[in-house]
C-alpha cells in the first residue's frame, strides 16, 4: 500500500501559467513534507519542505501548501518556466523518506 | 561546499557477479542513506546510518545486500550474486539531524545486471 500518492502521472502546462502539482498522503505521523525535482540519469533535487505543523511554505516561485484534515499537499510555481520541465517526487519524512511515483511535469512554449 | 557523490555512475554487470557501489555524503552530515528506484517509481528507502551505526534496514534489503559506514563518513553498498531485478538507480543521500529537514542526493549510480 502507498504512503504517498502522486495521482496525475503528468501534466502540461503554459510557460508563464500557474502549475499545481497534488500529492496525497495516508499517515498523519509524519513530521514532514517534500518536494523533489528530478532529471533523467540524475538524483532528485531537494525543492522545497513544509513542517507538518504548519499550512503554507513559500520559496520564491514555489509555495507548497498543506492540508492536515484532508491530508493533501500540492506545490504551486508561478510562473511556469521551461526549466521547470521536469518529475516532481512529493515525498514524506520521519527518519527515511517515503516517495511517491512522481509527475512528469511538460512546460509549453 | 561539495555535495553528495555517487561512484561509479554506470555499471554493468553479469548475473551472478558482486558489485560494490561508494558514496561520500556532505561533510559533517551525521545520516547516511540508501534509496534504490526502478523504472516508473519514486525511489524506494533500503537502509540508512548514524554515523556509522545502522540503524534501520527495509525488508527491500535481502540478505544478498549489505552496507556499511565504517569511519562514519563514507559508505558501501555491496550486492553479492547480482540478479537482473537488482538493475535499478542506487541512491544515496545525506542529512545532517537536528537543523534540516530534509535529505540531499547524490547523482546515483545506475546498475544494470545482464
Known amino acids: 500500500d502507498q504512503q504517498v500518492k502522486q495521482n496525475s502521472p503528468s501534466l502540461s502546462v503554459q510557460e508563464g501559467r500557474i502549475s499545481i502539482l497534488n500529492c496525497d498522503y495516508t499517515?498523519?505521523?509524519?513530521?514532514?513534507f517534500l518536494w523533489y525535482k528530478k532529471y533523467p540519469a540524475e538524483g532528485p533535487t531537494f525543492l522545497i519542505s513544509?513542517?507538518?505543523?504548519?499550512d503554507k511554505n513559500e520559496d520564491g516561485r514555489f509555495t507548497v501548501f498543506l492540508n492536515k484534515s484532508a491530508k493533501h499537499l500540492s506545490l504551486h510555481i508561478v510562473p511556469s518556466q521551461p526549466g521547470d520541465s521536469a518529475v516532481y517526487f512529493c515525498?514524506?519524512?520521519?527518519?527515511?523518506?517515503?516517495f511517491g511515483k512522481g509527475t512528469r511535469l511538460h512546460i509549453l512554449p | 561546499d561539495t555535495g553528495v557523490s555517487q561512484d561509479p555512475r554506470h555499471k554493468i554487470t553479469k548475473r551472478g557477479q558482486n558489485v560494490t557501489f561508494r558514496c561520500d555524503p556532505i561533510?559533517?552530515?551525521?545520516?547516511l542513506y540508501w534509496y534504490r528506484q526502478t523504472l516508473g517509481q519514486g525511489p524506494e528507502f533500503l537502509t540508512y546510518?548514524?554515523?556509522?551505526?545502522?540503524?534501520?534496514k527495509s525488508r527491500l534489503l535481502s540478505d544478498r545486500f549489505s552496507a556499511e559506514r565504517p569511519k562514519g563518513s563514507f559508505s558501501t553498498l555491496e550486492i553479492q550474486r547480482t540478479e537482473q531485478g537488482d538493475s535499478a538507480m542506487y541512491l544515496c543521500?545525506?542529512?545532517?539531524?537536528?537543523?534540516?529537514?530534509?535529505?540531499?542526493f547524490g547523482p546515483g549510480t545506475r546498475l544494470l545486471v545482464l
Open positions: 513544509i513542517s507538518s505543523i504548519k
Open positions: 546510518f548514524q554515523n556509522e551505526a545502522q540503524l534501520e
Open positions: 499517515n498523519s505521523m509524519f513530521d514532514y
Open positions: 543521500a545525506s542529512r545532517l539531524t537536528g537543523n534540516q529537514e530534509t535529505q540531499y
Open positions: 515525498a514524506a519524512m520521519n527518519d527515511k523518506i517515503i
Open positions: 561533510s559533517e552530515h551525521n545520516r
